[in-house]
Each structure stands twice: as C-alpha cells, then as structure tokens.
C-alpha cells in the first residue's frame, strides 16, 4: 500500500503546489484547512518550504537551490535584503541576531521565520535575479553540488559548470521527474580534488578519461542519513559531458518507477543498491532508461584527490586565497557554521562587486568563497573589517566547524547545534594546539542520525543523543572519529557514546594530547585513527568538564525557542498571522 | 470523526487528527520490555517507526535508544495517548515520563504511516 504521503502527492505535487501556496498566501495562514495542514506542509517542501518544529507554528524555513553553489553578480544583495526583510521571528538568537542565512553542506542557502503571507513578494524578489526556491526540498531533484570553483580552478580537467547548469535546466521544474519517491541528490565534479563529494550522494559524476576523451565516471547509492550511510558504488558508466544529462535522467527515471514507494525510509536509492548491486542497476539503466550504448568505466581521478582526506596538504577545503587559471585570485571566507547575518551578507555582496566581479560561491563546507579577485585587490580586500569575522585563515578549529540546524528549527533533532558548536569552536582555539603539522581538523555536529552536517566525514563526528547527569537528562553527543573522503574514503567509527555536551571540549582536548603523544613522526590524525581499534581510541577521548560552559544542556527541544527569554513551550507566540501577531487557537 | 493517525517528516512527530501531538527527542521510561537488558530501559525516542489505533489508544513503535545501556533498536507497540473526545478528537498524550508497558501485538494497529 502507497504511504500517505505518496496519496498526497498523487493528488496535488509538483509544479501545480505553487498556484495553492499562491492562494493560501493571499488570504493568510488561516486560510489553510486545519484537516489539510499535513498535507499541503508536506506539499510546501516541494518548493523550498519547510514548516518549522513545533512551538513554531505558521513560520517556515524556505530553502533556495542554487546549483553549485554558484550566486551570479547581482543576487547576494537581493538574498541579504530578502533576509534582513523577511527572515525575522519573535525571538533573537544570541549569537547572530535576528535575520541571517545560512549556508548549508549541500551548496545551498535557509532562511527562517518565513512567514506565509510574505512568499509571493519573497519570489517575486528572487526570481527578477534568476533565483529560485523550486524543488529544494521535497521529493525531487534537489539542488545539485559540486566542486565550487568549477569553471576557475587550476585543477580542473572538465569544466563541469555548464553540465550542472544544463542538469539544473534541464529537470527544475521538469514534469517527468517532479514526483520521486524521495530526494534526489546529485553531484558533479570535473577537477582532480575530489570537492564535489560524490561519494555520499545518490547520483554523482565524477571526472574520467576514456579513448583519450575527458568526461564522467558514474556511481550511484551514497548518503548519510539514519544509521545506514553508504557511499556511492561504482556503475561502470564513462559518459561524455554532453550525455551526462542522458545518463542523470535515465538514473532518475530509473528510481522514479523502481523506488520505494510504499515505505519512505526504505526509499533512497542507497537501498535500492543494496537490493539490486551495481551490474543489475547498470543494466536496467541499459535496456529500459537510454537509447545509447554506454561505455564502461574510464580511467578516473582518484588517486590525486585531496578534498577532505586529512592528508594535511593540498586542498582540504577551498578557504583561503587560491589563483584561479585566468590569473585572477578567489578568495574562501570561512564562516562559523555556515550561519551570517544579514547586514554581513549585504555587505560583502558590496565587497565582491567592488574587489571581484560580483559572484560568490558556497562550499559544502557552509563557507563563502569570492571569486575573480584580481591581484592588485587582494590585499585591501583582505584588509576589509569584515573579514575579521569571515576569515580567508582562521584557526583549524573554526575552519572545521560544521553544524547542522538541530533543536533551534528542526523537527527531527535531538540537540542544539549551531551556537553550541560556535561556542565549542572558541574554546578549542583558546584551548586546544593541534600539531604543527595539523591545519586541518574537520569537527562536524548533527543534531540527530540524518546527518545533515554530515558528521560521519569528519575527523570527528559528534551526533545528538541524551544522557544523564546526577539523574537528570541533559544533552549528549556521541563522537566518532577518522572519517573524510578521498580515494579510499572512511566514515567514522562511533567510538565514546553519549557523552554530556559539556564534557565534548574536554574529551576533544584530551584526545588531540593522547594524539600528540602517542602518533608517530608526520603520521596524520586520520591514519593514525585508522591504524588502532576502537577501545583503544576510546581511551583517548576522555570526557572531562573544563571551564567550557554550556547554557543548552536542558532539554532545548522542549522549549519554543531555545534561546528565548521565556522558553516555556505554552509561551510560544506562534502561530501568528501575517504581521507576526499571534491568534488564539479556538480549540 | 475518524482518527487519522500518521507519522510525518521521516517519523520527527505524530500527527492526530491533522495536529502535531507527540514529537521525538523525548525520554520515555520502559518497564517490562525486552528492548534491552536494563530493569527499567530509559528509552530516548529517535523517529516513530510505526503508528496505528487502538480506539481511544493511539499506539507507535518507536526507533531509539535505551541512554543506560546504549542498545538500539525499535520498541515493542507503545501507547503515546488517547483521544479523549471521539467528536473533536481531542488528545491527551501519555506522561512520557512516566513508566509505560509496550504491548507485543495490537488489535487495530495499521501498520502503514
Ligand atoms: C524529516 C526531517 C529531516 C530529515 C530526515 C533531514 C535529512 C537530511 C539529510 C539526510 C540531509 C543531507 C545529508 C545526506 O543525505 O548526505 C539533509 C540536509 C540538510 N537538512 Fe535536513 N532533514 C530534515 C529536516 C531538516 C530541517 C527541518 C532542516 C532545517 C529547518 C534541515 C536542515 C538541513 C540542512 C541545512 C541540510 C543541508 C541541506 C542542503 O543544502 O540541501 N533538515 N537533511
Ligand atoms: S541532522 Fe537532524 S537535527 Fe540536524 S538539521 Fe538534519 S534532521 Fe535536523
Ligand atoms: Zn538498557
């Protein structure tokens, strides 16, 4: 039997959500039938609307997809505006305000408390730029990823730019493919660094050569979420770049009709891999979704990767200033969790016009990068104030940091995130000395198994859990350790679990001394993880409170708002109609 | 009314009569289960799985994690409330604070989302 959900969507999905949305905006949050609620928030998804957790009622989270990261001159000043008009709650978080965007790990940008009223004018900003919320959630093809400086690095061997481009084109909005049993992950990649992340999405492209010919390798079935992750397997598929779009949407074609669709959390094509391995896949894509043959693997890039390996040299991420093969220079800013406020962002879109050409670019890193800076510019650029905050080399330990959205918006978390990873951050610069030879620490925390910040790629990967303190419960993490890309990637082995939040500094300090102390000569943080067992790592981690102080260790999803004065669950203002007033709920 | 019970945002919360009623993140105390080896399992809910009617119960089977001993798995049928009042559907959700009995089987249970 069909999930509810897919009964939803065989009544209303896709493309035809909009005219509803359009309405229900129209005549206000009211508008939408109480008995219909689940089902059009559900809907909402599909463009780029999420409704926030509860206590939170009425305000959304609106996500908008920009393919590889990629924001043209022009359109961060109109997301900064957005934000700083639109993106406002109740309440104030006390480390960024009120009114930011957040960058995510999947190259793209959130902003909260979006009220329902104020979507028809929110589009109407983003389209005149050519942006867009289309399918940024919901069971479709979302935004796609890749190596964010495709198309100017020197490490490039397909510019692949325009390939993501034409697949954005191609299936935004494109009737065949609006309706999959789940999200559609997909990323691209033609530089020999390895940034695109392929290996943890369902669909990746991956630079090769075949017949003295440069294109794609294809694997399929990555991701993270729930305790399953998996990286993508190899389909034994070279495409040239202008099949690539052939190939994307036969693979899409292909787990629209053989995905599951009568259990969502068995629905990811990560399962049907499993199910099905990559020969059977490979030859269902074959005989029933192209009209070509398909060549077999080419020869790919592997084994110069760099991206995220912990090998403490070459490319780990793209922070920092970099030449770019037309001479001129991008600049990555590191920005805290991903999290900048609005002001911030109007100003460095007045920053990149005035240094660069304009266009900005998001890592999967929840990092900013300025691209086409020329030489001479370089150093009053870097001189800005601003870059104070958002710098091009900050300390490992805030060049690391990755935060998911947890307990502040999001339905599914266990934990706070955001501000207490910002916090940890601090502490360890204070703290903590990596080895000299260490400018690379990945600490990734997710506030529940879905792994949004992808935790168990990092060096150390910190997930939400509880655990109990004199009795009571508090926030805990579970940590593991070793994982990233590369050739041969790792996800991390959970090896000390729930630990009190505010004992995670402290294991993290002792765990880097045990480090110090015991690696051999040059050996690196992820080897030197990989080469002992899990009872011995555990006895290195050591949790230990230290004078880092914690304010989130209650239960902060119980609260309306975890920062809020008052946080009481029956305070909540929400919902509230379209000036933000609250209405009282008549039953 | 019909009771209308489902599982929304990969199993975050309930929906009961189309209202947000019972969520994730909570700790629920389980006596008598064979979730794990504790005496009392102290039961950290990470996504409901399953849920299903058991008029005036509404009952689901819960992914998570007993925080004591740290086994995981998915409970047993668990009630999270009732709806007290079968004309509005109004509903009351248990104390999940308190010590709950997770059943093996349930009469009416439907077993999709
Ligand atoms: C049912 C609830 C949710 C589930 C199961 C879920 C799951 C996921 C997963 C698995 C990923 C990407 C990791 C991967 O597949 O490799 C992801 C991305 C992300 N999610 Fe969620 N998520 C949920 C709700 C939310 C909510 C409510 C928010 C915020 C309000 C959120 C914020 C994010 C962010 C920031 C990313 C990176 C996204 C992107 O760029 O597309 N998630 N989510
Ligand atoms: S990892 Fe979990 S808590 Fe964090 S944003 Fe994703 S669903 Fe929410
Ligand atoms: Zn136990």
Redesign the pocket.
């Known amino acids: 039997m069909p999930s509810k959900v897919e009964g939803w969507k065989d009544e209303v999905y896709g493309n035809e959500i909009r005219e509803h949305l359009m309405e229900f905006a129209e005549k206000g949050w009211e508008s939408i039938p109480e008995d219909e609620q689940d089902a059009w928030f559900e809907r909402f998804k599909w463009w780029g609307l ?1 409704h ?2 509860s206590g939170q009622e009425s305000y959304f ?1 609106m ?1 908008i ?1 920009t393919p590889n990261g990629v924001i043209k001159p022009g359109q961060l000043e109109v997301i900064g505006e957005v934000a700083k008009e639109y993106a406002s709650g109740p309440a104030q978080n006390p480390e960024f305000g009120d009114a930011y965007c ?1 960058w ?5 940008i ?1 902003l ?1 408390w979006i009220k329902l009223e104020d979507i028809p004018e929110i589009f109407d900003k983003l389209e005149a730029v050519g942006l867009g919320t289309q399918q ?2 919901g069971d479709s093809w ?2 796609i ?1 890749g190596c964010p400086v495709a198309g100017k690095d020197k490490h490039e061997h397909v510019d692949a730019w325009p390939v993501a481009e034409d697949l954005h084109e191609t299936f935004k909005g494109n009737d065949d493919y609006a309706n999959l049993p789940r ?1 559609w ?1 997909v990323a691209i990649a033609g530089c020999d660094e390895g940034c695109g992340q392929g290996d ?2 369902d669909l990746a492209f991956e630079p090769a050569e075949k017949n003295g010919e440069l294109g794609f390798n294809v694997r399929i079935g ?5 305790k399953e992750p998996r990286l993508a397997r190899d389909l034994d598929v070279w495409v040239p770049p202008e099949q690539a779009a052939d190939v994307a949407g036969g693979m899409s074609a292909l787990f629209r009709d053989h995905g599951d669709r009568e259990d969502r959390f068995n629905a990811r094509i990560k399962f049907l891999m499993d199910e099905w391995g990559p020969e059977k896949m490979r030859s269902v894509l074959q005989e029933e979704y192209v009209d070509f043959e398909l060549e077999t693997a080419g020869e790919d890039m592997r084994d110069q990767y760099s991206y995220n390996t912990g090998s403490q040299d070459g490319h780990n991420d793209h922070v920092g200033i970099h030449e770019q093969k037309d001479g001129n220079y991008y600049v990555g800013l590191n920005v805290l969790v ?1 999290r900048m406020g609005a002001d911030d962002v109007l100003e460095l879109a007045e920053l990149a016009d005035e240094y660069g050409s304009g266009e900005v670019r998001l890592t999967q890193r929840q990092n900013i990068i300025v691209t086409d800076v020329p030489e001479e510019n370089l150093d009053e650029f870097t001189s800005e104030p601003l870059l104070e905050n958002y710098s091009p080399d900050p300390s490992p330990f805030m060049r690391g940091s990755i935060a ?2 947890g307990t502040e ?5 266990i934990v706070e995130t955001k501000n207490r990873q910002v916090r940890y951050a601090r502490w360890l610069k204070d703290n903590v000395e990596l080895p000299e030879d260490h400018k690379d620490f990945h600490i990734h925390l997710s506030g ?1 198994t ?5 935790p168990q790629i990092a060096d150390v990967s910190l997930r939400g859990m509880k655990t109990r303190k004199d009795g009571e419960p508090v926030e805990a993490l579970d940590i593991g350790l070793g994982g990233g890309l590369g050739d041969d990637p790792r996800f991390a082995d959970w090896v000390e679990m729930r630990v009190p939040a505010d004992e995670v500094p402290g294991a993290i300090k002792n765990l880097v001394n045990n480090f110090k102390d015991a690696r051999e000569d040059g050996e690196t943080f992820r080897d030197f993880v990989e080469d002992r067992d899990e009872e011995t790592l555990a006895e290195m981690v050591e949790p230990e409170e230290t004078d880092y102080d914690d304010p989130y260790m209650h239960n902060t999803k119980m609260t309306w708002y975890p920062y809020a004065e008052d946080d009481d669950m029956q305070s909540s203002p929400a919902p509230t109609n379209g000036a933000g007033e609250p209405l009282t709920s008549d039953d | 009314m019909t009771t209308d019970v489902h599982q ?5 919360w309930i929906s009961v009569n189309d209202s947000r009623e019972v969520n994730v993140s909570d700790l629920w105390l389980l006596a008598r289960s064979d979730f794990c080896g504790c005496e009392t399992t102290d039961f950290l809910a990470e996504g409901f799985v399953k849920v299903g009617v058991d008029y005036p119960d509404i009952q689901a089977r819960i992914a998570g994690q007993c925080i004591s001993c740290g086994e995981s798995g998915v409970t047993d049928w668990l009630t999270v409330g009732r709806v007290v009042d079968p004309d509005s559907g109004e509903f009351h959700g248990v104390v999940h604070e308190s010590v709950h009995f997770p059943e093996k089987r349930t009469r009416l249970a439907s077993p999709e989302e």
């Open positions: 999420y926030q957790r989270m996500r997809g957040d995510t790990t999947r190259q793209s959130q909260h940024a959630c979302r935004n990823v999200k992950k943890i999405n990555g991701g993270l979420s729930r991903g998911c959205t918006y999001c339905s599914l978390s529940c879905a792994s949004c910040a992808q | 929304l945002d990969d199993g975050a």
